[in-house]
């Protein structure tokens, strides 16, 4: 594990990223949740790949935070450069 892993775990529970792509756009299903989201480089990846993606830092600005039920989803980071949920971002279709 890298020092940005360790660094996070230490503070937030989460899995901190640093380096990589920002998240610019989400989609959500009919019920609201979140299914993919848009990359500033265009790309448009499913959620359960984008946390894997953010797990690698590949994706800047988001935490990889494990629920109470022992799932896994992403966060904004604190720190980091989206200043809202990710559930207020734009949507696309």
């Known amino acids: 594990m890298n020092k940005a892993f360790c660094f996070a775990d230490n503070i937030s529970g ?3 990223m ?3 792509s920002k ?11 979140i ?10 990846v499913p959620l359960n790949h984008a946390i894997i993606m953010a ?8 935490i990889v935070v494990r629920g109470k039920d022992g ?7 604190p720190y980091g450069v989206i200043s809202d ?6 949507r696309f279709k």
Do not use: A, R, T, Y
């Open 85 to 90: 949920s990710l559930n207020n971002l734009p």
């Open 71 to 77: 799932g896994e989803f992403l966060s904004v980071d």
């Open 14 to 16: 989460g899995i901190f």
């Open 35 to 44: 299914i993919d989201v848009m990359l500033e480089n265009g790309n448009v």
């Open 55 to 62: 797990k690698d830092g590949e994706i800047n600005g988001v």
């Open 18 to 20: 640093n380096e990589g």
């Open 23 to 33: 998240i610019i756009k989400v989609k959500k299903n009919k019920d609201g949740d």
